[in-house]
């Protein structure tokens, strides 16, 4: 699939830079599957995420479940891990 979706982009639009690929609130393990598939498709630059890192963190956080500190830990935790499926992506 991104391979064809580089190929329409390439073909039809060569002033794109890339493709970045959304998190859209998905769970982590789906994120950084999808990201595989995006292996050797140079077009795809990179990846951008929010609601997958803060979304329950936020929500803990707001029902009083967790401090401040907590929430900074598990959001830093969960980026570092979808950075690194990142890299890994071609491995």
């Known amino acids: ?9 390439e073909r039809w639009d060569t002033n794109c830079r890339g493709i970045v690929v959304l998190g859209l609130e998905a769970p982590e ?10 292996a050797g498709v140079d077009l795809v630059k990179g990846f951008m995420v929010g609601r997958t890192l803060w ?4 929500a803990d956080w707001l029902a009083g479940k967790c401090d401040d ?4 830990e598990r959001v830093s935790a969960a980026f570092g891990r979808l ?3 990142w890299r890994g992506r071609n491995g």
Do not use: C, H
């Open 1 to 9: 699939m991104w391979r064809d979706i580089a190929s329409v982009i």
């Open 29 to 38: 393990a789906e994120l950084a599957a999808s990201f595989k598939k995006t």
């Open 55 to 58: 979304a329950q963190p936020a």
């Open 69 to 72: 500190a907590a929430v900074v």
């Open 83 to 85: 950075v690194e499926a």
